[in-house]
């Protein structure tokens, strides 16, 4: 459903597909239809440009910070040009240059490692048919509009302190809390800060894969939830991540993964406290790499600690099993949406390396999957019906067992 190509290096997933594969022939009352996600949320058709990323911010803001960051901007591009210079950017980018030369061999090397690993993905991808040049290169207008209002529409539309379940194996539309949302088949959600997990869910080991999307403490995220709520999220400091119990809900077999930024603190800290404190070892370091429509990465490589076209996944096992074989360096190459953190789905590429019909959780998730369990704050965040459209849809006796 997600995945569209795959070699020795990684996979092509299609996030859109995927959610509109999950949605067909689905419960609505009496009646069965399908449902498409937006696609515009995925209309990524140019790099981003730091221009853009100011006006989207800009439109969160008032007007008087509009104004500022517009004469920032222009600033900026002056100094570009060689006109004028300012001390204080000269003292940043002389501190980043520092920064540069301080880095690892292996920072380098892995930057390299996945631009040859892409090239070779995307080439044959493309004598294959994937990607085409998209002639708008209209700086993702329409992904940029939707996703600004879809932080304000969410905001309002926040749940909390909830537990739900669709125990059918079919999808079903139901209002909560006089919202409507759609749910995927055998999904349940727990819509709980994380620090209440241990409270609210057996601690069994009866999970075979746990993914988690932790909320990194970040500047960038402060900043935004200054300017505007509904662009951002809590932030977690690490060693609060490291107190999630993952040990008590992880099978003898089961796999971890962590979403990661490229932040060397982070990386840090999932191998000396996290996966220690959760009795699990590193196994693997896949690489999710974004790319626009024709598949050119979404932003360049930079020397480290630049900002960089990819995130980082993590993946541990049990760490008295050894048995667990994980392949290093997988590319996951997809088109991202232009929402914060609304990560690709896993399901496809991970199945490989798990038993059949897998008991799978995902914390902090931001969107539910079938067959899985699912826990965080914004767990509803991409289930509301208002971003998706009825395709098609017929009359017909449905039976649904669900409990919302």
Same mark, same amino acid.
């Given at each position: 459903? #997600? +995945?569209? &190509?795959?070699? $020795?290096?990684?996979? /092509?997933?299609?996030?859109?597909?995927?959610? %509109?594969? =999950?949605?067909?022939?689905?419960?609505?009352?009496?009646?069965?239809? #399908? +449902?498409? &996600?937006?696609? $515009?949320?995925?209309? /990524?058709?140019?790099?981003?440009?730091?221009? %853009?990323? =100011?006006?989207?911010?800009?439109?969160?803001?008032?007007?008087?910070? #509009?104004?500022?960051?517009?004469?920032?901007?222009?600033?900026?591009?002056?100094?570009?040009?060689?006109?004028?210079s300012n001390k204080k950017d000269s003292k940043i980018r002389k501190r980043k240059l520092d920064l540069t030369k301080e880095l690892s061999h292996a920072d380098s090397e892995q930057m390299?490692?996945?631009?040859?690993?892409?090239?070779?993905l995307l080439s044959t991808a493309k004598e294959r048919g994937h990607f085409t040049d998209d002639a708008r290169?209209?700086?993702?207008?329409?992904?940029?509009?939707?996703?600004?209002?879809?932080?304000?529409?969410?905001?309002?539309?926040?749940?909390?302190?909830?537990?739900?379940?669709?125990?059918?194996?079919?999808?079903?539309?139901?209002?909560?809390?006089?919202?409507?949302?759609?749910?995927?088949?055998?999904?349940?959600?727990?819509c709980y800060d994380v620090r209440q997990i241990a409270n609210k869910m057996e601690m069994t080991n009866q999970f075979d894969f746990i993914l988690l999307d932790p909320p990194w403490w970040n500047k960038s995220i402060r900043r935004k939830k200054n300017k505007c709520a509904g662009a951002s999220y809590t932030m977690m400091y690490?060693?609060?991540?490291?107190?999630?119990?993952?040990?008590?809900?992880?099978?003898?077999?089961?796999?971890?993964?962590?979403?990661?930024t490229n932040a060397p603190s982070h990386l840090r800290s999932i191998s000396d406290e996290m996966f220690p404190a959760w009795g699990?070892?590193?196994?693997?370091?896949?690489?999710?790499?974004?790319?626009?429509?024709?598949?050119?990465?979404?932003?360049?490589?930079?020397?480290?600690?630049?900002?960089?076209?990819?995130?980082?996944?993590?993946?541990?096992?049990?760490?008295?099993?050894?048995?667990?074989?994980i392949p290093n360096g997988k590319l996951l190459v997809s088109v991202p949406s232009a929402v914060h953190s609304h990560k690709p789905p896993l399901t496809e590429v991970i199945k490989s390396y798990l038993p059949r019909d897998p008991n799978c959780l995902e914390i902090f998730a931001r969107y539910l999957l079938p067959g899985w369990t699912s826990w965080g704050l914004e767990v509803l965040k991409f289930q509301h019906l208002s971003l998706y459209s009825i395709v098609h849809e017929t009359t017909s006796e449905v039976e649904t067992n669900s409990n919302t």
């Open positions: 459903m #997600s +995945l569209t &190509f795959a070699t $020795e290096d990684g996979w /092509i997933v299609s996030h859109l597909n995927y959610m %509109n594969n =999950i949605y067909k022939n689905i419960a609505n009352g009496s009646t069965l239809c #399908s +449902l498409e &996600f937006n696609s $515009e949320f995925f209309d /990524i058709n140019t790099k981003y440009l730091r221009q %853009n990323q =100011i006006r989207n911010v800009d439109s969160c803001s008032s007007s008087s910070s #509009s104004s500022s960051a517009s004469s920032f901007s222009f600033t900026r591009n002056i100094e570009n040009n060689g006109k004028t390299k490692y996945i631009q040859r690993s892409l090239a070779k290169a209209d700086n993702n207008k329409a992904a940029r509009l939707v996703s600004q209002r879809f932080y304000t529409e969410s905001f309002r539309q926040q749940v909390e302190n909830l537990y739900g379940c669709n125990k059918s194996e079919r999808a079903v539309i139901s209002a909560t809390r006089n919202e409507r949302y759609v749910f995927p088949e055998r999904c349940s959600f727990y690490n060693e609060e991540l490291a107190k999630i119990p993952i040990a008590k809900l992880l099978s003898s077999n089961g796999i971890v993964a962590v979403w990661c699990v070892s590193y196994r693997a370091k896949w690489y999710w790499v974004k790319v626009t429509s024709s598949g050119e990465t979404v932003c360049d490589f930079n020397p480290p600690p630049g900002k960089q076209p990819y995130e980082l996944l993590l993946l541990g096992s049990v760490s008295s099993n050894t048995s667990i074989d």
